[in-house]
């Protein structure tokens, strides 16, 4: 079953089920539903600042808003999906279990496959890019803001989307060596606006998908998976952070 294991069925006599039990009519249905999610969840955040007077100080508190009640209505309906058609749970389904391997692995292996993404960046003379996400960091609050959002949240709902959603679908049709690539590339594409779609940037992004990916299949869990990712995103902000470009205070 291309490297997942079939999730049983409550019966024990019944026979174990196809994993993932999903089809590519839920996953169109999954990625459809994206942009409508997060344009509802900005325009309900933009509704809600101006019935309330409020007038944030910067652009990381309405943004982090909209994008944390986007995710909600998104992965809201995937689990509806999941319990209402197939009856089956939404985080074991997901592949949100206890790894069977490679936990630490995935704490370290975070910062260390940022570094390797680093040095490879710089190898391939990367250029640098006047991130959008400086014009988030005005504050101390923002910055914490944003910290919090890219080493929790934006990994967790990332990995369940791609890693735990996708990748399975893609590897029990095409092999896991396909399946781990596919997946890595939508993941790359929606980080490459933050990059001015710089080749070099999306190559650099879809690696760090791989390596996420087969962080999935070796040790049939996202969470390890999220962990490495987190990790990633830990190191790389925070180094962001060290060289204090353009931010109000240095930490």
Known sequence: MSGFEPIPDAAPSAPPARYPFWGYQDLALFAGLAVPSLLLAFGLVQAVI????????????PLMAGQFLGYGFLFLSLYGLLKLRYGRPFWASLGWVRPRAGLWTSVFGGPVLALLVAVLGLALQTPEMEMPIKDLLTDRFSITLVALFA??????????????????????????????????????????????????????I????????????????????????AGYNLTFFSAYLFQGKDLPTKW
Request: hydrophobic share 55%.
């Open 50 to 61: 101006l019935v309330s007077g409020l007038h944030p100080a910067g652009k990381a508190g």
């Open 206 to 229: 879809a690696l760090a998908g791989t390596v996420f990916g087969w962080m999935r299949l070796w040790s049939r869990s996202t969470i390890a998976a999220t962990l490495m990712h």
């Open 151 to 204: 080493t929790t949240l934006g990994p967790l709902c990332e990995e369940l989307a791609f890693r735990g959603f996708l990748l399975p679908l893609v590897s029990r049709s095409l092999g896991r060596a396909v399946g781990v690539l596919i997946a890595a590339m939508p993941f790359a594409i929606l980080h490459a606006p933050q990059y001015s779609w710089s080749w070099r940037h999306i190559l650099l």
